[in-house]
C-alpha cells in the first residue's frame, strides 16, 4: 500500500521555468509533510516542510501549496537552475505516531536545461 | 562537521556474508532512524530508536537484519548470510528531541551491493 504518492516520475524544465511536483496522501492522520532533495551520492536533504493548519509556504524559490481537503500537496520551483537538478521526494509523517517516521513518495528526477 | 555520518559509504559482499554498517548521530540527537533505499524509489523505514531503546521495527527488516545502539550514541545495522535483494541504499538520520518539526538529518548512506 503506498500511502504517498508522487508525480511525475521525471520532469524537464528549462532554466528560468517553474517546476511542479505533486503528491497525495491517503493517512489522514499525517500532520508534517516535507520535501526532500536528493543529489546523486547524498542522502536526502529537507528543502522545506509544511503542517495542514497552512495552505502555503514560500522560502526562496520554493512553495510549498496544501490542499487539505483533496489530501494533495505540490511543490513548486520558480526560476529554476541547473543547479537544482535532483531528485525530490516528498513525505509525510503522523506526529501522532510513536515514532515520528516519514513516509517518501517514490521521487521525481528534475532535470533543469541551460 | 557535526552531520551524520556513516560508515563505510560502500560496501560489496558475496552472497551469504555478513554485513555491518554504523552511523554516528548528530550529537545530542536522542532519535536515530534506519531506512533502505532502493534504485528509483525513496527512503522506506527500517528501524527507529529513541536514545538505546528499539522502539519499532518495520515488517521490511527480517530476521537476518538487527540494529542496535548501545548507550543511545552512534548505531550499527547488521544484515546475516546477506541475499542479492539486500542491496540497496541504507540511510540512517536523526532527529533532536522535543516537539515541533523534528526534522530529520540524513547521513550520506552505505551503498551495499551484494554479488
Known amino acids: 500500500q503506498q500511502q504517498v504518492k508522487q508525480s511525475p516520475q521525471s520532469l524537464i524544465v528549462q532554466k528560468g521555468g517553474i517546476s511542479i511536483i505533486n503528491c497525495a496522501y491517503e493517512?489522514?492522520?499525517?500532520?508534517?509533510f516535507p520535501w526532500y532533495q536528493q543529489f546523486p551520492g547524498k542522502g536526502p536533504a529537507l528543502l522545506i516542510a509544511?503542517?495542514?493548519?497552512?495552505s502555503e509556504k514560500k522560502e526562496g524559490r520554493f512553495t510549498i501549496s496544501f490542499n487539505k481537503s483533496a489530501k494533495q500537496f505540490s511543490l513548486h520551483i520558480m526560476d529554476s537552475q541547473p543547479g537544482d537538478s535532483a531528485t525530490y521526494f516528498c513525505?509525510?509523517?503522523?506526529?501522532?505516531?510513536?515514532?515520528?517516521?516519514?513516509?517518501f513518495g517514490k521521487g521525481t528526477l528534475l532535470t533543469v536545461n541551460p | 562537521d557535526t552531520g551524520v555520518s556513516q560508515d563505510p559509504r560502500h560496501k560489496i559482499t558475496k552472497r551469504g556474508q555478513n554485513v555491518t554498517f554504523r552511523c554516528d548521530p548528530i550529537?545530542?540527537?536522542?532519535?536515530l532512524y534506519w531506512y533502505r533505499q532502493t534504485l528509483g524509489q525513496g527512503p522506506e523505514f527500517l528501524t527507529y530508536?529513541?536514545?538505546?531503546?528499539?522502539?519499532?521495527k518495520s515488517r521490511l527488516l527480517s530476521n537476518r537484519f538487527s540494529a542496535e545502539r548501545p548507550k543511545g550514541s552512534f548505531s550499527t545495522l547488521e544484515i546475516q548470510r546477506t541475499e542479492q535483494g539486500d542491496s540497496a541504499m541504507y540511510l540512517c538520520?536523526?532527529?533532536?528531541?522535543?516537539?515541533?518539526?523534528?526534522?530529520?538529518?540524513f547521513g550520506p548512506g552505505t551503498r551495499l551491493t551484494v554479488l
Open positions: 538520520a536523526s532527529s533532536p528531541r522535543g516537539g515541533g518539526s523534528n526534522e530529520q538529518f
Open positions: 493517512n489522514t492522520a499525517f500532520d508534517y
Open positions: 509544511i503542517r495542514p493548519d497552512v
Open positions: 513525505a509525510a509523517r503522523n506526529s501522532g505516531g510513536s515514532n515520528y517516521k516519514l513516509t
Open positions: 550529537s545530542e540527537h536522542n532519535r
Open positions: 530508536f529513541q536514545n538505546e531503546a528499539q522502539l519499532e
